[in-house]
Each structure stands twice: as structure tokens, then as C-alpha cells.
């Protein structure tokens, strides 16, 4: 692969930044300034350095976003804030998107990327990629709405696949979906008259939020990444 097409794809520069970079001496391969924008680079071999930081071979972007309360899961919006404004320019200019979505009330875990082909298959029900929602309902769910909960409701004219809820108090818990209808946990607290007051998602697929304050953001690791991208085998 070319220099500049290497830079490009991992969004460090585009072909004709690089171009001014090579012609500076700002590009370096294996430590040694490149003379030419198409030197040819093996991604698993050399190592590239651009304006004094070394590039690792990235064509996608992952982030890790801890949402606030009041954003709402979409790139733009005319009235509301979205999850993109809580992110710099920086990363916004890579096109990228929530991969699934949480109510504007709703906190927690968002995984944002730019790839789409990925997004598509983390979320097809047939994945059953678990999410984990921490809640506090209005009152105390009965053994029975428990087993209903759990068993699958019927939110209206779809009734939900098999879940667990662990109760952690009288009125707080969590639930571990492998699906995500729009409003899922909270019209199932409504099927069994009850209503959810709080909920934040804690865990997508193997991700959590580990330290991560709200509104924080980050990007995945390797190793997070390489898991996540086996969804998409
Ligand atoms: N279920 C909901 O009801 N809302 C969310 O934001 C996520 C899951």
C-alpha cells in the first residue's frame, strides 16, 4: 500500500497533506524521511511516523462514549444536542455514527464508529450481541412480572425475546438484552405496569465503561477492537 494511501485510511492525513508533509520531511518510514508520497508501506511491518507521531494502521475509527443525560443518539438534529457534539472536531470529521441508539433520557455506554458494514451486523437480533441496563423502576416488580419480564411481553404487537433481570434493590437492577427494539426496556416495565425511572446502559458486547466519567470520552483499544471485529465474520 502507498504512503499516502496508508495515512489516509487510518484518517491521520488526506493524499494531498501528505504530499506537503513528504515534501517537509514529515513523514517518516521505519525512521527515515520518505522522498515520495507513493513509497510503499506493509502495514504489519514498518512503522510510519507522521509529524513526529507514529501511525498505527487503523482504517476504522471506534469510540466509547459515556452519555449524558439529554443528547440524543443521532448525528444531527435541528432542536436537540447529539452525541457527536460531546466529541472534538478532530474525531467528528471521520463520518461517524452511534452504532444503535439511546433514548435522550437514557446514560450510559454508546459505541460510536465509522463502520457501517460492523454497526449493521452488531445489531442484527440474530447476533445477540448482549447489552447490560442498570435501571430503578417505580415499584417493586412482583415474582411474577419478573418471569414475565423475563420470559418476553408483549410491547405492542411484538412480544420480546427471552432476557434476565437481577434485582439489586427493591426497585433497582439490571437487565441483560440480545436485542433492541426502539423504547424495549421501557415498554417492558410498562406491559407489567410498572415504569422505568432510570436507566444506563453499563455494557455492549464485551465493552463497559470502566472508569469512563460522563460525557467522557475514548477511544477502543486494540484488543476491544479485534473482539468487536469478530462480529463481523
Ligand atoms: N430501552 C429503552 O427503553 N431505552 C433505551 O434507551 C434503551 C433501551
Redesign the pocket.
Known amino acids: 500500500m502507498r504512503i499516502d494511501k496508508f495515512l489516509s485510511e487510518c484518517k491521520v492525513a488526506t493524499r494531498s497533506e501528505t504530499g506537503k508533509a513528504v515534501r517537509r520531511g514529515q513523514v517518516l518510514l521505519d525512521g527515515v524521511p520518505v522522498k515520495r508520497a507513493d513509497t510503499p508501506v506493509d502495514p504489519g511491518k514498518n512503522v510510519v511516523t507522521y509529524c513526529g507521531e507514529v501511525v498505527h494502521y487503523r482504517r476504522n475509527t471506534y469510540i466509547l462514549l459515556n452519555k449524558p443525560d439529554g443528547y440524543v443518539?443521532a448525528t444531527e438534529d435541528k432542536k436537540e444536542k447529539t452525541v457527536l457534539e460531546l466529541l472534538p472536531e478532530e474525531v467528528r470529521k471521520f463520518d461517524i455514527f452511534p452504532c444503535g441508539?439511546?433514548?435522550k433520557?437514557?446514560l450510559g455506554l454508546m459505541l460510536l464508529t465509522d463502520n457501517g458494514p460492523l454497526a449493521h451486523c452488531l445489531l442484527a437480533p440474530k447476533r445477540h450481541v448482549e447489552?447490560v441496563?442498570r435501571f430503578e423502576c417505580a415499584h417493586a416488580p412482583s415474582e411474577s412480572d419478573l418471569a414475565a419480564l423475563e420470559s418476553g411481553v408483549d410491547i405492542g404487537g411484538y412480544v420480546t425475546k427471552p432476557c434476565t433481570v437481577r434485582m439489586l434493590g427493591e426497585t433497582t437492577g439490571e437487565i441483560t438484552?440480545a436485542e433492541?427494539?426502539?423504547?424495549?426496556?421501557?415498554?417492558?416495565f410498562d406491559a407489567v405496569d410498572n415504569r422505568?425511572l432510570y436507566?444506563e446502559?453499563i455494557r455492549f458486547a464485551h465493552l463497559t465503561l470502566d472508569g469512563l466519567a460522563r460525557g467522557e470520552w475514548r477511544y477502543l483499544t486494540d484488543e476491544e477492537i479485534k473482539l468487536l471485529e469478530e462480529y463481523g465474520n
Open positions: 443518539s441508539r439511546l433514548d433520557n437514557t447489552k441496563y438484552l433492541g427494539k426502539y423504547h424495549q426496556i421501557k415498554l417492558m422505568i436507566l446502559r
